[in-house]
């Protein structure tokens, strides 16, 4: 039979503990139950709400990925959190990227009505 | 590489797989990101028709949230318990999220009946058509997840919890979480951020 863990690396380092998915789980719940206050009261400032929820859901975000997918600090770790740090430059220029574009686009577009005048 | 990688050697096979895998996690993280793109852009063409302030119930949408999260918790339990060769703990947790990960199955679609019967399907307006791709999209997820967890139940039936087969639920594990976090994308800015 091969062996799997190398010396002095246990095995709940990679599958995490009991209580860390518990500690996960009251986090993410406690963030969700957030999100959901945040947007249905006046709790915050009606503009900030939007940046409220995002900041929540990124903190959730995280809360999931060290709790659950235990991507963390450990030596074992360091490539996890780099191909991390490439998905998320990744996924920050294609969706800002395209909301950049895609604006500026619009604002060099003609309005259907200007079309409609110009046909006339 | 660290100096204590040095010192342990090659690392062991189970964080080499887990490494590839979560590449290919964060490969699929980039293609939901194509179609989160795509929704923030439509997400106001409603071309007349229904927007998500009319549309979404936040009820419905907390109780989904509640199933996944609940779901991944119970998906970690079962990796821990098959860690310890607990098998009959494992079998509960995967039984208890193959349970959870269904009722939001059922939940997702009873959604999308609801809208297509309203006259709110996919063909409807470009901001349904994105809605539809991408809350489709972690959907079709769930149940290629779902289809996954019952082979790795029946493997680890008639393989016991061996090496590979305790991998593999490791690699399950870690998809079922990546969906939870997507999910949390999803709620923050199609449906909360949608139904204001």
Redesign the interface.
Known sequence: MEQDSAPGVGESELAGSFASYTAGLAFALLLTGASFIVSQTHLLWAPGVPAGLIVLAIAQMGVHLVFFLHIGTGPDNTNNVLALAFGVLIVVLVVSGSLWIMAHLNANMLSPSAIMQMQR | M?A??GI??P?????VV??GF??FL??D??LF??L???Y??LSGQTAGGPSGRELFE?RHV?VE?LCL??S??TC??G??AI?RRRLQGFYLSFALTFVLGAAFLGLELSEFVGLIARGAGPSRSAFLSAFFSLVGLHGAHVSAGLVWMSFMVAQTAVRGP??FVR?RL?CFS?FW??L??IW??L???VY??G??
């Open positions: 660290s204590h990688a342990a050697g690392a062991p096979v189970r964080i887990a490494y979560w590449i964060l490969s993280i980039i990101s194509a989160f793109a795509t923030a852009v936040l907390g949230t999260l609940f991944s918790y970690g339990l990796v821990l860690e061996r090496d991998r490791l870690l979480h990546a939870d976090i949390v994308a709620l923050t800015l909360l951020l139904a204001r």
